[in-house]
């Protein structure tokens, strides 16, 4: 070993390294179409800049997310789940997103039995004019989830990783 | 299909003679489902792929075993269903999962593994455990998820879990419960998820290797069908001996005379035979012998029991429909007409499921009852 070491003459000098690529997160967000999904729309046309590492499924309501979407999501390679609906009272279907807090308090329970961190998964409320909040707490989740790093479940299945990314 | 075939000579389904029994013994038939064990049995003779794969009926059956147990020529249907429903699986039929596949979703991400899932709240400080080595190893199973997943149905199956280990620290035994424990993986193989079924029996079988115990006891019906039967070809090295906790604690050598009771009020029970307990593994009478030992229990049957037991219609997350409701009204119907003031279990999905039928708005008061797990019983009667 010592012998292969003095043998070298001359450093050969690597090209300088670029900076490591900033780790993105894969973000899914399910929005109502009532309030938050138009929130998303307010954001764009009035162009305001945000982060883009999410992907948006919209439902009718928040009423409609149950642990399953967000466990499937998770469970295919989702390193954040944002779930969001309008603010209490503006529910188009009254108490929608009540019942929505229900469903996501039970979700959170079953993350955290899981062993993901609770900080993957957030709940907000957004309504349509609120374009700038929309991109705020898209930004600040964002944030957040890629401190957390990759989710844990993501360690070992590069495969289905790939997959997801190419559907 | 060759794979027709293979299943046919596995589970002997080309001895049969096409008597019919086992569709008019299955309650799903019974209660007017459009379902005929019958019927699949003979394409797979026939070799009819799609009779049995496009047709869309493979997943109504509660794997129940009740055909089997009549089956003239004893064709093991249920073993038939397990093949066909792998075969199905691959192909890309699934079935429609209850509560939107999260059941599922969680036990897939079990199988995949990468995080500490925080498996040992429940145990409070006054019950003992190890983490890692001992004689004895009880496999908890999923209650902790189903206490959180169902927090509408007031369930607390985790109070027969923590009954269980309070037992076992009773009888001077110091259980392994294990933080690194995983699902059982019966709801995916029964669903046809053969590949991530593996990865968990693996997974399993090696901590209770590794843990050195010699017995491994389970308050779940299916975790003990799994490991009996399902997990064999993953045993290595030396594996404990599986029993139920109701057979521990009537087993002479172990729990048997150990257990001192007071003195309790008379009360009748009535004991709910689990199709994975009974007729899987063909343990009718540890619970009742558990049960009747405590004193002041009467122990009285249901109009269907032991092996003619009806299922809790729940079985694998996957048949959840108005059949299914309809076969648990009936049950709990019967439970109620034995007189008892408590339906007794030893498995809790069948808490569950029984739960959730007596949620129904315009039956509830009619079809109520107490349910508990008979560790939780044999727990309370403790001096
Ligand atoms: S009971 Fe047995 S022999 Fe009769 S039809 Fe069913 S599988 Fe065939
Ligand atoms: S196992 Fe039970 S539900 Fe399935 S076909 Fe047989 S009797 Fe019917
Ligand atoms: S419509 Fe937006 S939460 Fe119900």
Request: aromatic share 8%; glycine share 8%.
């Amino acid at each position: 070993m010592t012998d292969g070491k003095k043998k070298r003459t001359h450093v050969i000098r690597k090209p300088p390294k670029a900076p490591p690529p900033k780790w993105n997160p894969r973000i899914v967000v399910f929005a109502c179409n009532w309030c938050s999904y138009a929130g998303a729309d307010t954001a764009g046309v009035s162009r305001i800049q945000h982060q883009p590492h999410f992907r948006m499924i919209r439902v009718m309501c928040s009423g409609r997310i149950q642990p399953g979407f967000v466990l499937r999501a998770f469970e295919r390679g989702a390193d954040g789940v944002l779930v969001s609906g309008c603010h209490f009272g503006d529910c188009h279907y009254v108490n929608g997103n009540e019942r929505a807090v229900e469903q996501f308090e039970k979700t959170m329970n079953i993350v955290k039995l899981l062993g993901l961190e609770e900080g993957r998964l957030r709940l907000e409320w957004i309504s349509a004019a609120e374009g700038a909040r929309f991109a705020q707490v898209i930004n600040e989740f964002t944030d957040q989830v890629r401190d957390l790093g990759p989710s844990p479940l993501n360690g070992q299945n590069h495969t289905e990783k790939t997959q997801t990314e190419s559907t | 299909m060759p794979e027709l075939a293979e299943a046919a000579r596995r589970t002997n389904a080309w001895a049969c003679y096409d008597c019919g029994k086992c569709t008019a013994s299955c309650p799903i038939a019974r209660i007017g489902g459009n379902y005929s064990p019958r019927r699949h049995v003979l394409a797979t003779n026939l070799g009819h792929r799609e009779d049995i794969i496009e047709n869309g009926t493979l997943s109504s059956c509660l794997t129940c075993k009740l055909c089997d147990q009549r089956c003239p020529a004893q064709v093991g249907y249920t073993q038939l269903v397990q093949q066909l429903r792998e075969l199905s699986h691959r192909e890309g039929v699934e079935p429609e999962c209850p509560h939107g596949g999260a059941l599922q979703s969680l036990m897939r991400m079990m199988a995949k593994g990468g995080t500490q899932q925080d498996r040992m709240n429940w145990l409070g400080k006054d019950l003992e455990t190890d983490a890692a080595k001992g004689e004895v190893f009880y496999f908890t199973g999923c209650t902790m998820y189903y206490d959180t997943f169902f927090p509408e149905f007031q369930l607390n199956t985790l109070n027969g879990t923590r009954a269980a280990v309070r037992l076992l620290n009773r009888l001077g035994v110091k259980p392994v419960v294990s933080p690194t424990e995983r699902c059982c993986g019966h709801d995916l193989l029964w669903n046809g998820d053969r590949k991530n079924f593996e990865l968990l029996a693996k997974h399993n079988v090696q901590m209770v290797v590794d843990s050195g115990a010699e017995v491994l006891v389970t308050s779940c019906a299916e975790c003990l069908r799994t490991w009996k039967i399902d997990y064999e070809p993953f045993y290595t090295g030396k594996m404990p001996r599986m029993m139920h906790i109701t057979e521990y604690l009537t087993d002479p050598n172990y729990g048997g005379p150990n257990l001192k009771y007071k003195a309790g009020e008379q009360r009748r029970i009535t004991f709910q035979d689990p199709c994975r307990l009974g007729r899987h593994l063909g343990i009718y009478d540890p619970p009742r012998k558990a049960l009747t030992a405590l004193p002041g229990v009467e122990l009285t049957e249901m109009r269907r029991s032991g092996s003619g037991a009806m299922c809790c219609a729940g079985g694998t997350w996957s048949n959840c429909d108005r059949f299914a409701k309809q076969i648990q009204v009936q049950r709990l119907r019967e439970a109620r007409e034995t007189g008892a003031e408590v339906l007794a279990t030893a498995c809790p999905k069948c808490q569950v499921h029984f739960r959730c039928a007596m949620k129904d708005p315009n039956l509830g008061g009619e079809i109520e009852i107490e349910m508990r797990d008979v560790a939780e019983l044999v727990a309370d009667a403790l001096e």
